[in-house]
């Protein structure tokens, strides 16, 4: 932005010199071009080159800030890309442990009920046999020691 600013500083100053000495700038000269002589306002010719030298940078410049902006707008898309790539990858990876960690848990609920299932057993086993020896002891009487 600074810059700019005296880019067109340094125009307008421009400007005004040729602007208070018109005069100057106007008045015929003879110009050698090598093979002939002319009569031209060499001010006014200095002018114009120092005019369309401001035009071409101009133009310069502007085509540089688009291929700057171009490529910005390029190297975004590519990094929108990697990042969704990247959110796709984690989210897959997020979905796999989710089912990892579903199958752990339905093994370990399986796992639990078969425990359950083998004390449960175990302890009516056990019921059984105490209610056996009650019986016995009922029928038979107490054992001697």
């Known amino acids: ?10 125009l307008v100053l421009v400007g005004l010199f040729a602007l208070l000495n018109w005069d100057a700038f106007s008045a015929l000269t ?4 090598g093979l002939t002589t002319v009569q031209a306002p060499l001010g006014l010719i200095m002018l ?11 133009v310069w410049v502007v085509t540089m800030q688009a291929s700057s902006l171009m490529e910005a ?26 089912s990892e ?11 639990s009920r ?14 059984g046999e105490l209610e056996d020896r009650l019986v016995r002891e ?4 107490p054992p001697s020691v």
């Open 73 to 98: 707008r390029r190297q975004t898309r590519e990094l929108q890309a990697q990042r969704d790539l990247a959110d796709r990858a984690e989210a897959s990876r997020f979905t796999e442990l989710r």
């Open 101 to 111: 960690l579903m199958a752990r848990l339905d093994r370990m609920q399986s796992d």
């Open 48 to 58: 114009g080159l120092v005019a369309f030298l401001c035009v071409l940078f101009t």
């Open 30 to 33: 003879p110009l050698n071009l």
């Open 138 to 141: 009922r029928l038979l009487g």
């Open 114 to 127: 078969i425990a359950i299932e083998q004390s449960s057993n175990a302890l009516a086993a056990q019921v």
């Open 1 to 10: 932005m600074v810059r700019a600013l005296a880019f067109f500083l340094v």
